[in-house]
């Protein structure tokens, strides 16, 4: 099993759509969650962080449940400019040097 | 602007030339890491600095070296380029044990082609 699965899609979706990405970790001593945003052929940038049960910024929600060791991000309202690949990443705290797991990532197409 | 820098944005070189790409950070965070990234996979971290300590993956190629002179500075050397080591190379810093601790911020990468 991975350390981090993520559903690497690809959602295709229209404009205006509500969209919902899963990840699931399987440490269960991790502490630190983030979605990060890939463009094609550029680095990934931070999106948001979770660190309690969940946080939103603007139309990206992100939800933590601990129990079930997986995280959630919805985008609504989507837009053209949201298509990218959202890599979900872990810090499993195996290590003290902030060492981070990365999903494969979930790809969104947002269609007009 | 505070930012982390990677020299060459692209860089091409012959199989089994060896090849340097370098990484340069304004954040005075205390770890570096470098990540190779192939297409349509998630970023592989390769190792890590925490400070002038050296941290190996255990599945990072004997080809694969790094050097951190300094706090600002973090190299990447493949000493004999193959193939497949054709991919986008990541360098990522995080300042640990302070505020915002964990949160890697990346470079823009070096995406290298080997010929």
């Known amino acids: 099993r991975k350390e981090v699965e993520q559903d690497p899609g690809p959602f295709n979706v229209p404009e205006g759509a509500t969209v919902a990405f899963n990840c699931t970790y399987s440490?269960?001593?991790?502490?630190?969650f983030f979605w990060y945003r890939q463009d094609c052929r550029k680095e990934p940038k931070l999106l948001m962080s979770v660190y309690s049960s969940g946080n939103e910024d603007g139309r990206f929600t992100a939800q933590l449940n601990r129990a079930s060791q997986y995280i959630s991000l919805l985008i609504r309202d989507s837009k053209l400019s949201d298509s990218a690949t959202y890599l979900c990443v872990v810090n499993p705290r195996s290590s003290n040097t902030g060492k981070l797991i990365f999903g494969q990532g979930t790809t969104l197409q947002v269609k007009p | 602007d505070a930012m982390v820098i990677q020299n060459p944005r692209y860089q091409v070189t012959q199989f089994g030339k060896p090849v340097t790409l370098s990484c340069s950070q304004t954040?005075?965070?205390?770890?570096m890491y470098w990540y190779q990234q192939k297409s349509s996979q998630a970023p592989k971290l390769l190792f890590h600095y925490y400070d002038k300590d050296f941290n190996n993956e255990a599945d990072t190629p004997d080809n694969f070296q790094s050097r951190r002179p300094n706090t600002s500075f973090c190299f990447l050397d493949i000493r004999s380029p193959g193939l497949g080591d054709a991919a986008m190379y990541l360098c990522a810093t995080s300042r640990v044990g302070g505020p915002g601790t964990d949160t890697q911020y990346f470079g823009p990468g070096t995406r290298l082609t080997v010929l």
């Open positions: 440490n269960s001593a991790s502490q630190s």
């Open positions: 954040l005075n965070h205390n770890v």
